[in-house]
């Protein structure tokens, strides 16, 4: 991948990432969803900022995503895009004080290996 190529991978997983960091802490501010609130719950997301912000981050990203696709085939973006779960994982850990047991980090090193193998190039 060029540096350029590079720099919209990152741009969409980061944008992702923020999405959905901000899609959670909206989250934890509705009620649990169960059939008899479901529908209050969807109006309530307009209301709620984070979510609003989460939902405007996700668009960035599709759209990093998208030029990102002008340029490299899909099977090198997709997997290349698979970063959001490395990121999100430690979004979680750090801002959020989730625990990560050690077999998470086995994934997560397994995905940015092949991550790696996939944009190699020779």
């Given amino acids: ?5 590079i720099i919209l991978l990152l741009m969409s997983v980061l944008a992702s990432v923020a999405g959905q960091l901000f ?5 934890n501010k509705l009620a649990k969803v169960n059939l008899s ?13 984070e979510l609003l912000i989460g939902l405007t981050c996700y668009g960035f990203g599709a759209v990093a995503y998208i030029l990102l696709l002008t340029r490299v085939n899909l099977s090198i973006a997709a997997p290349a ?3 959001v779960y490395v990121f999100s994982v430690l ?7 989730e625990t990560i047991p ?6 997560l090193g397994l995905i940015v290996g092949g991550v790696i193998l ?4 020779k």
């Fill in 118 to 121: 996939v944009v190699w190039r």
């Fill in 23 to 27: 899609l959670k802490l909206g989250a």
């Fill in 1 to 5: 991948m060029s540096p350029q190529e």
């Fill in 81 to 83: 895009a698979s970063l």
């Fill in 102 to 107: 050690l077999i998470r980090f086995v994934g």
């Fill in 91 to 97: 979004l979680g850990y750090f801002i959020l004080k």
């Fill in 37 to 49: 609130n479901a529908v209050n719950l969807i109006f309530s997301i307009t209301s709620t900022p």
